[in-house]
């Protein structure tokens, strides 16, 4: 069962008489077990079943166990169990947990209570994506030229870079087209015009990207000129959205479902298309 942040109810604590199928997940909240001698003490119920073991319960585990808290640990170990346990509590998920005696919610409520994570909203906005892609294509780049004995400082580990970050980025676009489809509409130039150029465009960047690693000279102005084109247009509409416009959009280069904002890291994609395609070109009319 997914872990909910917005279980609302006014029940905080646990009544003491419930359903006796339910009573021995919940008698503990009353009982000895709470407020033990200068510790703090925590209840979690939550779902272990033989066809699930609830993640978000085992994130809350653990999280407790690093903050220092004794866990009474109370298993939902079927369907009916788990019902009369959200119906009991006033809730749509589990698992919940209780701190000496207090509701405090799901995981993600949990997370916020032990000070891990930051209230979460839905205008909060990050570049750790981006961030993540970038740093992880970098470092396939030092991989390879390490394999291939190339300088880290030459035109062809920038290249790998290039095209590595393309394809990982092309892939993020294919794995919701539809949701990606719909954010790129909202800010490129020539999608709002011709809104099929949208769905084809993760499949140029693909290509783009794939071809630069193969290095051929018969491939290489195709794929030259198709990541310049792509890149000038994405880049160009960026400048417009952001800059011109001033205009807050998140931004579809990760994806359709990403909180990544547009602005000046998502115009890198298309500034590492535009200049390695122009150098692509020029290498191959010289």
């Known amino acids: 069962m997914a872990d909910n942040t917005n279980n609302k109810s006014n029940t905080d604590t646990i009544d003491s008489s419930q359903s006796p199928q339910v009573q021995h997940l919940i008698d503990t909240l009353q009982g000895e077990h709470i407020g033990k001698e200068g510790g703090q003490s925590a209840v979690i119920f939550r779902m272990v079943m033989p066809d699930h073991l609830c993640p978000f319960g085992l994130k809350s585990i653990d999280a407790l166990k690093h903050a220092g808290y ?28 209780f701190i000496d ?89 020539l999608a709002r015009r011709v809104v099929r150029y ?50 807050e959009l998140k931004c579809a280069c990760v994806g359709g479902d990403s909180n990544v904002p547009l602005g000046a890291i998502s115009l890198t994609e298309n500034v590492m298309m535009f200049g390695m395609g122009g150098y692509m070109l020029i290498r191959a009319l010289l």
């Open 70 to 97: 004794d866990i009474i640990d109370r298993h939902i170990t079927t369907q009916d169990e788990n019902t009369l346990v959200k119906d009991t509590l006033g809730v749509k998920t589990t698992p919940q947990t």
């Open 101 to 189: 005696g207090k509701r405090i919610g799901g995981n993600d409520d949990l997370q916020v209570f032990l000070g891990n994570h930051e209230p979460e909203t839905d205008d909060d906005t990050t570049y750790a994506p981006i961030i993540a892609i970038f740093a992880v294509t970098a470092l396939m780049t030092l991989a390879l030229c390490w394999a291939f004995a190339v300088s880290v400082f030459s035109i062809q580990a920038l290249m790998w870079f290039v095209a590595l970050s393309m394809c990982v980025l092309a892939i993020k676009k294919l794995e919701d087209l539809e949701g990606f489809t719909t954010g790129f509409l909202g800010y490129d130039l």
């Open 198 to 247: 949208a769905y084809v465009y993760p499949f140029l960047e693909a290509f783009a990207g794939i071809a630069m690693l193969a290095d051929q000279p018969w491939l290489n102005p195709i794929a030259g000129l198709v990541a310049f084109i792509i890149g000038l247009i994405g880049g160009v509409s960026v400048i417009k959205a952001v800059y011109i416009d001033k205009r």
